[in-house]
């Protein structure tokens, strides 16, 4: 086996390593949490109240729970702007000037001692340009996997859309405090500490705007050009 084969073949076998994971849906880590479990009260008899079937006239549908369904009102817009300008240039030069001795120029048979020697001369010229801009809009419904001891609710959840072509998915994770949470049992993504949001796809359609790893080898910071 020839050197040069064997290395590709090294390489090939690194660059696998990129091939990006295919997502599947019903993570675990996105799973809904069922409430606790709540100990019934018992009836109580002879009278017209029951306590186990009466309603709270005070409360809301606000999520407060483990288990409790939250509805976040995805409204995330990003936009960035860079730019980058490099301009290098080095030259050097030396001249010797002629001598002389009592007033007289020195020479060598009939020539003048003086030079100029001019150095190597480099100029480096690089400019780049990145603007990105991003938005998102949706509705996502999560629930509650945590209660922090100061009140504050820790939710995750997934959505996977079916289309004809792929799925589409939203995963969101994040911090919730209850006063943010609206009178409908709403809050905005912005309000979410923490957040971890996800937005991405699955199928034909997805893979046609995902460059291949032989694509990302060439563009890669490990190519000497």
């Given at each position: 086996?020839?050197?040069?084969?064997?290395?590709?073949?090294?390489?090939?076998?690194?660059?696998?390593?990129?091939?990006?994971?295919?997502?599947?849906?019903?993570?675990?880590?996105?799973?809904?949490?069922?409430?606790?479990?709540?100990?019934?009260?018992?009836?109580?008899?002879?009278?017209?109240?029951n306590s186990a079937t009466s309603i709270n006239l005070?409360?809301d549908g606000r999520a407060h729970r483990i288990g409790?369904?939250?509805?976040?009102?995805?409204?995330?817009?990003?936009?960035?702007?860079?730019?980058?300008?490099?301009?290098?240039?080095?030259?050097?030069?030396?001249?010797?000037?002629?001598?002389?001795?009592?007033?007289?120029?020195?020479?060598?048979?009939?020539?003048?001692?003086?030079?100029?020697?001019?150095?190597?001369?480099?100029?480096?010229?690089?400019?780049?340009?990145?603007?990105?801009?991003?938005?998102?809009?949706?509705?996502?419904?999560?629930?509650?996997?945590?209660?922090?001891?100061?009140?504050?609710?820790?939710?995750k959840g997934e959505k996977w859309l079916t289309l004809?072509?792929?799925?589409?998915?939203?995963?969101?994770?994040?911090?919730?405090?209850?006063?943010?949470?609206?009178?409908?049992?709403?809050?905005?993504?912005?309000?979410?500490?923490?957040?971890?949001?996800?937005?991405?796809?699955?199928?034909?359609?997805?893979?046609?705007?995902?460059?291949?790893?032989?694509?990302?080898?060439?563009?890669?910071?490990?190519?000497?050009?």
């Amino acid at each position: 086996m020839s050197k040069a084969l064997l290395i590709m073949m090294m390489a090939l076998t690194a660059l696998t390593g990129c091939v990006q994971k295919q997502v599947r849906p019903n993570n675990p880590e996105y799973a809904p949490v069922r409430p606790q479990a709540l100990i019934a009260p018992k009836p109580i008899n002879g009278s017209i109240y029951n306590s186990a079937t009466s309603i709270n006239l005070y409360g809301d549908g606000r999520a407060h729970r483990i288990g409790d369904i939250l509805t976040i009102a995805l409204q995330e817009s990003t936009s960035s702007q860079k730019s980058a300008t490099t301009e290098l240039d080095k030259s050097s030069s030396v001249t010797l000037t002629q001598p002389t001795v009592l007033g007289s120029p020195l020479d060598f048979n009939g020539k003048p001692l003086s030079a100029s020697i001019t150095g190597p001369t480099s100029e480096f010229d690089g400019e780049g340009t990145s603007d990105m801009s991003n938005n998102l809009s949706g509705n996502i419904t999560v629930t509650v996997h945590d209660v922090l001891p100061s009140g504050v609710l820790l939710v995750k959840g997934e959505k996977w859309l079916t289309l004809n072509q792929g799925d589409e998915y939203i995963r969101i994770s994040g911090m919730v405090r209850p006063q943010d949470i609206g009178s409908d049992n709403t809050v905005e993504s912005t309000k979410l500490a923490d957040a971890r949001i996800t937005y991405s796809g699955t199928g034909v359609v997805h893979d046609t705007n995902v460059m291949g790893w032989l694509s990302k080898f060439f563009i890669s910071a490990i190519m000497p050009f």
